[in-house]
């Protein structure tokens, strides 16, 4: 199994990244956020990531392996 396939099995679905709707309530719950105070590594901005992901416009790269690794590490 290619890679690529491997990913879009195990990704996110667009109906779950849908329903996050950039409110903001979670950023206080978010100990990445918390510390380090970036947008993207928020929840809110690691869906925004996700979403850009899965529509072609952003590669998975270093950033984006970075800020989704700080969130799972």
Do not use: W
């Not at 990913?7 to 667009?14: C, E, F, K, N």
């Not at 996050?20 to 950023?27: E, K, M, T």
């Not at 956020?33 to 993207?40: G, Q």
């Not at 952003?58 to 690794?69: D, F, K, L, T, V």
């Amino acid at each position: 199994m290619a890679v690529s396939e491997e990913v879009r099995r195990d990704a996110p679905r667009q109906f779950d990244l849908d329903k996050c709707v950039h409110c903001g309530l979670c950023l206080n719950s978010c100990p990445t956020y918390r510390e380090l105070h970036l947008e993207m590594d928020s929840p809110r901005g690691r869906v925004y990531q996700m979403v850009q992901v899965a529509a072609g416009a952003m590669a998975i790269g270093p950033s984006y392996i970075e800020h989704i690794g700080l969130c799972l590490a």
